[in-house]
């Protein structure tokens, strides 16, 4: 069975400076992978996804995650964040073979003046 | 219009009481599914549904049944409310087959609280 690992519980940064939210997923075939964003009290909205291909993704709202099958890992990153980025962020993980979608604990963000 | 919708988006309710969620989603997909988002914000998967057809069953309790009337409709009623079902339920739809639409595409969640 698929896990995904999100290492950090609370990230806190300052607007403008850049963003890494770490991601490490478990499972033995290919993954699809995802993450999501969930804004205070909404939804959950997704940011990006990883099926083949290309491992530097580009995503909605200026953010982009990076495949390294060798570190089991997906780390989203944006360059510069802005005060609307703070929320919750998912890392998840879909099976090739059935119709499961697993998640991380998920990182929230912070995003200080 | 809204992709996923999900109805109440609050529910109050007493220890014992039955309640129903109900979802509907407009993007023409077969398969529909019931999340729980416990107070640690961890999201779980409780069911799905592919064309009407319940395939995935996780460990939850027999108070909770989920029903779909057709595809685009997947309910949720649980008997016999304890503490702790509060939480949020999201409910959620894709298009099975292709990994292409593996994504899910989530309602607004429904806070369930259970006083």
């Known amino acids: 069975a698929q896990s995904v690992t999100q290492p950090d519980i609370h990230i806190t940064v300052s607007e403008g400076a850049s963003l890494e939210l770490r991601c490490n997923y478990s499972?033995?075939?290919?993954?699809?992978l995802f993450w999501y964003v969930q804004s205070p009290g909404q939804g959950l909205q997704l940011l990006l996804k990883y099926f083949s291909g290309d491992t530097l993704v580009q995503g909605i709202k200026g953010f982009e995650a990076e495949f390294k099958r060798s570190q089991s890992s997906f780390n989203l990153r944006k360059p510069s964040v802005h005060w609307s980025d703070a929320a919750e962020y998912f890392c998840a993980v879909h099976g090739s073979n059935d119709y499961k979608l697993s998640f991380g604990a998920g990182t929230t963000v912070t995003v200080r003046a | 219009d809204t992709a996923v919708s999900q109805t109440p988006k609050y529910l109050v309710t007493q220890m014992g009481n039955d309640k129903s969620i109900k979802c509907e989603q407009n993007l023409g997909h077969d398969t529909m599914y019931w999340y729980k988002q416990d107070s640690k914000k961890f999201l779980k998967i409780m069911f799905s549904y592919n064309n009407k057809e319940l395939i995935i069953n996780e460990t939850v309790p027999n108070r909770f049944s989920p029903k779909s009337p057709d595809k685009a409709h997947l309910n949720l009623h649980i008997n016999s409310l304890e503490l702790g079902d509060s939480a949020v339920y999201f409910c959620?739809?894709?298009?099975?087959?292709?990994?292409?639409?593996?994504?899910?595409?989530f309602g607004p969640g429904t806070r369930l609280t259970v006083t």
């Open positions: 959620a739809s894709s298009q099975a087959g292709d990994r292409a639409t593996y994504e899910q595409y």
């Open positions: 499972y033995g075939a290919t993954p699809y």
